[in-house]
């Protein structure tokens, strides 16, 4: 009829500002998890963990993620946070904020620590559907950065990177850079987000990815 073809046209030309992928109807705190033998959280939902490097921005990311402004403490003393930090999020998924590792002001052997709780972290959660891990635009990826990419690729979880503090760069430079890391990385440049704490520029980017990260069927058990 034509009504609801004139209803269709209409609805293409004002598409309008699109729905937030992941409104945030519940958030709690589930607790820290310090040793890979010591308490975890018991439920079956989902698991998506953030990683990377300490001052990266990933306590800053997750705040404007959740749309909350101290969900995540952002610190001063970078390399403090040495638990794993589990949320569960809208009843859907559990969120695990994984201690920043690589602090370049601590000593080589506390460098070395992150990486038995992590990767075992990683590898024994048996709900863990994907990671994202984090980049700051300006600079190249470190050796943990590294370790921890080849780790995921190996481990075989599906992975979104997050280039985090672009509004530190010019637009160009922006582009440039995210060219330049996914040809580093050996990636797509749609595998990456651009993130900004500062202006909240990729905040829905993100959370759509993340949501189509959690709609993937389990890659544990998929061939
Ligand atoms: N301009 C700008 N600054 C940012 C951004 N994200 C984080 N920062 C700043 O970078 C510093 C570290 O931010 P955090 O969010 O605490 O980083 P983190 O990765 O959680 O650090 P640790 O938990 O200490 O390992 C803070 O001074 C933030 O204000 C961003 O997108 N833009
Ligand atoms: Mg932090």
Redesign the pocket.
């Known amino acids: 009829m034509s009504d609801s073809m004139s209803d269709t046209t209409d609805s293409t030309a004002n598409a309008g500002p699109r729905p937030d992928p992941l409104v945030i109807r519940h958030l709690e705190y589930l607790g820290p998890m310090a040793t890979l033998d010591g308490w975890r959280p018991e439920t079956t939902l989902p698991e998506v963990a953030f990683v990377?490097?300490?001052?990266?921005?990933?306590?800053?990311?997750l705040n404007k993620l959740m749309k909350r402004k101290a969900f995540?403490?952002?610190?001063?003393?970078?390399?403090?946070?040495r638990e794993i930090h589990l949320f569960n999020v809208n009843h859907h998924f559990v969120l695990a904020d994984l201690?920043?590792y690589g602090?370049a002001r601590i000593s080589k052997a506390r460098k070395a620590e992150w990486r038995p709780l992590i990767e075992g972290f990683l590898r024994d959660s048996v709900n863990m559907r994907g990671v994202v891990q984090?980049l700051d635009i300006r600079h190249d990826p470190t050796d943990d950065d590294f370790t921890m990419l080849d780790f995921l690729a190996e481990l075989g979880v599906p992975t979104i990177f997050a280039v985090?503090?672009?509004?530190?760069l010019k637009r160009h430079e922006v582009a440039a850079r995210v060219k330049a890391l996914s040809n580093q990385l050996g990636l797509d440049i749609d595998q990456i987000v651009p993130?900004?704490?500062?202006t909240g520029e990729g905040r829905d980017d993100l959370a759509q990815a993340l949501m189509e990260l959690l709609a993937l069927p389990d890659w544990r058990t998929t061939p």
Request: proline share 6%; net charge positive; hydrophobic share 20%.
């Open positions: 990377g490097r300490s001052n990266v921005g990933k306590s800053t990311l995540a403490r952002v610190s001063n003393t970078p390399g403090r946070t201690p920043g602090y984090l985090t503090k672009v509004d530190k993130f900004s704490g500062q």
